[in-house]
């Protein structure tokens, strides 16, 4: 069986402008691709009218429920979020909030409908901030269903209070190289073994 | 001299939808208007069409600049968020995201544009993350100019896993009531400390 | 093969002094062992002399060695802390701080010495912060190795400023013993399928 | 009137052992000193019996009343913690639930026993964790009964997953010296406001 994962991309940048999250993501896709996970197009959510809300459908304009329709049909979900002020960006608490849904529902065995899938995080900011933006992600994800494989988060940050962007650096660190290759490595092993035999209903 | 407050009430709710948050920061602002503090009516948050960025304008149809110049124009910041996953609001994290460039801009005295203003924070949840909401939003605030004061956050949430809400709870629960009235007490007493003699320049 | 789990209970509670945790921790062991895990007497982190430090040893009268030797033969980690000020115990904390050390410590196929161990969360306040506290707790283990299956915390808050224990409770919430069976269902399953199949060497 | 300082190193090394921690408090008390407020010797709290609990007094051989006398004298608390795992250190958390016990202790006027007292945090990693380590530090302060001024925390971190240490960094930062003479300004005028004239009792 084939495994598919989605990189969303939770910048505050729309558009094409350039992203450090885009290149982490686009690398950590690379690793996940070498591992026979097919993989669509990054999500540039910023670019989506994702309402506010903990409904899976906020009505008129929403832009979630397609949104929503690819993280359920993929079995691996990439988040990627900046860092700023030492936080999540608001995108990514806007997927994280909307995704809320799920806990009021069930597949066709009684389980949270996002059992089985397993996520990542990507976070990048020119200062501080990795660790506790992976805590926040890890926590919503998994109440929210998601599965978070050992190691689960590649990240980088620069030295304190100085200014540098992930996208400008050259080469990529190899520390952060060979984080992301972990990530994706752990995550789709994880993700094979749930597809075969997944989470029991209780 | 007189002190000004402004309230942000960052519920996911746009319009007029009843809001426990909303209940909340009309109780603040009573007990800040018995104070002697002038006060406008509660900005909801999500009927602005606030930007994502984190310069102090994004351009075209971004409500943010009129809303930044309230809150420069006001003496204390009354921050009022539900919760959601145990965390802050994805409105409140964007208007935090948005004061990131309060770093960036200085008064005639060559300090943070932000100084000498006081902020507290109203949370209200139907269970779980008050605490973990204050300190997001304490550590931001005061990453951007604010100072906060003894007692600076009100907040209620109810039994784990429970799904109470704050405004059906009737009366307002006591415990609560005096919380709304030592952070206003709190915020209007260290307000006006700080109008009468702000920060140095370093 | 057998699975195996170790129960950490991180009250500040030294002895044999009643506890919320130890409750807690007793109903997830009862539901483990309903699934054919093995699990051993809880451990009462706070009789034990865990030193300060980020090394496996930090040498005289140090009992860390012994607990991480316990940690290592177990499958599943529960790890049990109550909340204080929102935030997770300062004994949970030194565990957590003695795992750092599993960062450079690896097994005979390369990989960290933790690997393939899943661990899950049992979290109890009289209010507010086991969100919180679960994320430091997941984003922590993770960094050390851990995998978190879905459903990977249990907990119980009450009312916002009130001081009403969960051992006080009678009987247990309906939700709370629904989330402690889901966890530890999730948990042994998990620790399974890595048992059976565990993660690459990258 | 004059001012005091208070400074608590919660390194994990006890003794003399080289600390990033002490270094910065040095460097904060510097600066606090050439505003004319007066401190004594740095606390290393990794050389003290602070016992597990959440009363002022935890019986036989517990060293926390004397440091609680220390803190409660002074006016501007200087918290500064290493960064492990992104989190605030164990002795640092111990302070802070020792602390809990400040919400039931009044003075005098019928106000906790801790109002009127500024708190600033002084964060040093190798890498990452500043801004969340100050987030569960200013929550747990204020919630205690600090008032946290603008610009409450200094800190030091570097790029993601070196290993350097702030103690080996030759010169010392500029940002970060900037940062150090900033929080103690705004400690000091804050203070002074607030020995002048304190907050109402409520």
Redesign the interface.
């Known amino acids: 069986m084939t495994l598919r994962a989605i990189a969303l991309n939770c910048t505050?940048?729309?558009g094409a402008a350039e992203s450090s999250t885009e290149l982490m993501l686009t690398q950590v896709l690379d690793e996940l691709r070498s591992l026979d996970v097919e993989t669509g197009p990054i999500v540039r959510v910023?670019d989506l009218d994702i309402k506010?809300?903990?409904s899976s459908d906020e009505g008129d304009g929403d832009e979630w429920p397609a949104l929503r329709r690819q993280i359920l049909d993929a079995d691996i979900l990439v988040l990627g979020t900046p860092i700023?002020?030492?936080?999540?960006?608001?995108?990514v608490?806007?997927v994280?909030?909307r995704m809320?849904a799920f806990l009021g529902e069930e597949d066709d065995r009684g389980r949270?409908i996002?059992?089985?899938k397993v996520a990542i995080a990507a976070v990048v900011g020119n200062?501080?901030?990795?660790?506790?933006v992976?805590?926040?992600l890890?926590?919503?994800l998994?109440?929210?269903?998601?599965?978070?494989?050992?190691?689960?988060?590649t990240?980088?940050?620069?030295?304190?209070?100085?200014g540098i962007d992930y996208k400008d650096k050259e080469p990529t660190?190899e520390?952060?190289a060979?984080?992301n290759?972990?990530a994706a490595?752990?995550a789709a092993?994880?993700a094979r073994?749930?597809q075969g035999?997944g989470?029991?209903a209780?």
């Open positions: 505050l940048k729309p910023a506010p809300g903990v700023w002020l030492g936080q999540p960006s608001s995108v608490k806007r994280l909030e809320d949270m996002s059992y089985d200062e501080d901030g990795a660790h506790h992976s805590a926040e890890f926590q919503a998994n109440d929210v269903g998601f599965t978070i494989p050992a190691g689960g988060v990240y980088w940050v620069g030295e304190a209070m100085h660190p520390v952060t060979a984080t290759k972990t490595a752990n092993h994880l073994l749930l035999d989470y029991p209780t």
